[in-house]
């Protein structure tokens, strides 16, 4: 092990020695030896991406003779399941439902903050993945906080206790007038019910509040892996509960491999048999989809399940073939699980789940996100509830054993699809092994026709804005839609995160910079069909749309934000679609802005950022303020 040390920044330390404890901080140092081989991998990661873009290739198959990068295990004999994978622990072999969402709130006491967790562990799902990534601001120390909180409710702290009790009573006055009966009969027995998941952030950010001694930002996934389970892993063995993680972003087996390492490290450094945590890996990423049974191979007894992913996905479809003009998305509506690519991307992860490994073990799939919230119009929320049902139905159809909402008051809603067909899950249901064909390739980035229209674009827009805002105020899950809707309640509010914004930009920049022609005439502007997306009409409906922010009443758009946080989302966005160069990453430019409210600040952060990107095709992902004194 290297001799380094590390950094805490300003005063966390001290203010934060329940999450920073001794023990942490000497797991932290333990793991930081790993932090230079991650940039290392994550550079790799950015010159794979430029030299595909530059030479105009596709994504490709592994070839099956080779050893997946970082094992010793051949892809052929992954793709045949001749691997050792994990046994499902009983408090996953039933995941119906899970939840999603942040475990605090933006500078709120802990008493408030804290409320996120009872909301989450008294909702009735079958689990919640807390999350310390797209859905968790970041601003102040937002991800101190959410680790707080969760130590909190895992350790039963008293506080947590009694915040619980009165968040139950509230969940049951609003489930009585809802559905007619309290939902909670225990609200002490319930808070057992829920399996508590931890999603760490990606291998591509930095952690605001550490750097190593020699002034180096260190790698989130390190100090979120080491943080969570340093912290709970005991109290959570104590009470029969597994340590489970889900892990985000991962694009090949080789990074799949390097958490593998990561997490049988800390694994050791806690005496833990290896394979007791274990992992969800969320398919957010189009590379990852062409190697699905070598990840799952490269984290053997880790792993325990995939999720599919919307929104991330089809960023990373867009950003993969930035390059290919032909490549063009609709209107994001239009983009649904049965369109096109999506649908082929869903139909591997089902048969890679099912694919047993050599004793026989499958893996789960947990489907994808409902973002709605029945709070609306009695209209809206009838209209949009059926449509959330009949989405879960179709995935459970399809062989899914569970799948995602973003808000607690979905669950009763949705579970029933799954509770009425009883089952546990559906692991080991019959589906064809994957192939590896070129046929199965282009299938992964099959475009079908679809709308893309000025009304598309406003939406775009309009909520990629509200987005970019929101995140600047701490608020990296919150509920939004375009700004010609506001006052009407027969549209209702979805629960965006940083996935959402960041897809809506980048189709934006495909239309741009890929000469896109609309489908069909706009009776609003004039312009008709087969017009081309250009520079200017994105500029134009870009300053109507921010104008439109600017009139909307407090409830939609804080008023404090207009002069602040606002302006700054509008820099980003208009930089992010009209840059010839697609930038990687839309949160980079959110993150190096964070606690930052002035517009000439930010371009200047902006323009520093570019130039890193175009002068060494490397990302700015430290934390700027963070000054270090070595």
Do not use: C
Request: aromatic share 10%; charged share 25%.
């Amino acid at each position: 092990m290297n001799n380094l040390s590390i950094v805490v920044r300003d005063t966390l330390k001290e203010n934060y020695p329940d999450v920073y404890t001794p023990f942490a901080l000497l797991a932290l140092e333990h793991m930081v030896q790993f932090n230079a081989e991650l940039k290392a991998l994550m550079k790799k990661r950015m010159d794979k991406r430029l030299s595909r873009s530059v030479n105009k290739e596709r994504i490709l198959f592994l070839d099956e003779s080779d050893k997946i990068p970082g094992t010793d295990i051949l892809v052929a004999d992954a793709r045949s399941g001749n691997f050792v994978g994990a046994e499902i622990p009983e408090d996953l072999q039933r995941q119906w439902i899970q939840g999603t969402g942040p475990g605090a709130k933006p500078n709120a006491p802990v008493a408030d903050s804290i409320r996120n967790v009872a909301y989450a562990l008294l909702s009735g799902a079958d689990g919640w993945m807390f999350d310390g990534e797209d859905a968790l601001g970041q601003i102040s120390a937002m991800s101190l906080d959410n680790q707080r909180n969760l130590k909190l409710a895992i350790h039963k702290d008293p506080l947590f206790l009694e915040v619980a009790e009165k968040v139950a009573q509230q969940m049951n006055a609003w489930s009585l007038g809802f559905f007619g009966e309290e939902k909670i009969q225990d609200w002490a027995k319930q808070l057992d019910f829920t399996t508590k998941i931890f999603r760490a952030r990606g291998l591509h950010l930095d952690d605001r509040h550490i750097r190593d001694s020699n002034g180096n930002s260190v790698a989130a996934s390190i100090v979120d892996l080491s943080l969570y389970v340093v912290n709970n892993y005991q109290a959570l063995r104590d009470a029969g509960a597994s340590i489970v993680l889900y892990l985000p972003k991962i694009q090949t087996a080789e990074e799949a491999a390097f958490w593998n390492k990561l997490i049988s490290e800390l694994e050791g450094f806690l005496k833990l048999e290896i394979g007791t945590v274990k992992v969800y890996v969320l398919v957010e990423q189009l590379e990852a989809t062409f190697q699905l049974m070598e990840i799952r191979a490269a984290l053997g007894k880790h792993f325990v399940g995939y999720n599919t992913g919307r929104w991330d996905y089809i960023n990373s479809v867009s950003d993969a073939l930035a390059w290919d003009s032909t490549f063009v998305n609709p209107n994001i509506e239009s983009i649904g699980m049965t369109y096109g690519y999506m649908r082929n991307y869903e139909d591997r992860v089902r048969r890679a789940v099912n694919t047993p490994d050599r004793n026989g073990n499958f893996a789960l799939w947990q489907g994808g996100m409902e973002p709605n919230i029945p709070v609306g119009s009695e209209a809206g929320v009838s209209s949009s509830m059926s449509k959330a049902i009949a989405g879960a139905e179709r995935e459970q159809r399809e062989g899914a054993s569970g799948k995602w909402v973003a808000h607690w008051k979905m669950v009763h809603i949705v579970r029933p699809v799954w509770e009425k067909e009883g089952a546990a899950n559906q692991m080991g249901r019959e589906f064809p092994r994957l192939s590896y064909t070129a046929a199965d390739a282009d299938g992964l980035m099959l475009l079908e026709p679809a709308p893309r229209n000025i009304r598309g674009a406003r939406n775009l827009i309009s909520v990629a804005l509200q987005y970019g805002n929101a995140f600047g105020q701490g608020m990296q899950a919150a509920a939004l839609k375009p700004a010609d809707y506001f006052g009407n309640d027969d549209v209702l509010y979805l629960m965006e995160d940083m996935a959402t914004g960041e897809i809506r930009l980048s189709i934006l920049w495909e239309w741009v910079h890929k000469g896109a022609k609309l489908t069909e005439s706009d009776p609003e502007t004039g312009l008709p069909e087969g017009t081309v997306f250009s520079l200017e009409l994105f500029q134009q409906l870009l300053e109507e749309e921010y104008d439109k922010l600017l009139k909307a009443n407090n409830k939609d758009v804080h008023d404090s934000s207009k002069g602040t946080t606002l302006p700054v989302a509008k820099e980003i966005a208009k930089v992010y679609v009209t840059e010839q160069q697609k930038i990687p990453w839309f949160i980079d430019l959110l993150n190096i802005n964070l606690n930052n409210e002035d517009l000439a600040t930010a371009q200047e952060r902006i323009a520093k950022y570019l130039d890193v990107l175009k002068a060494q095709n490397d990302r700015i992902t430290e934390n700027l303020d963070f000054g270090f004194q070595g």
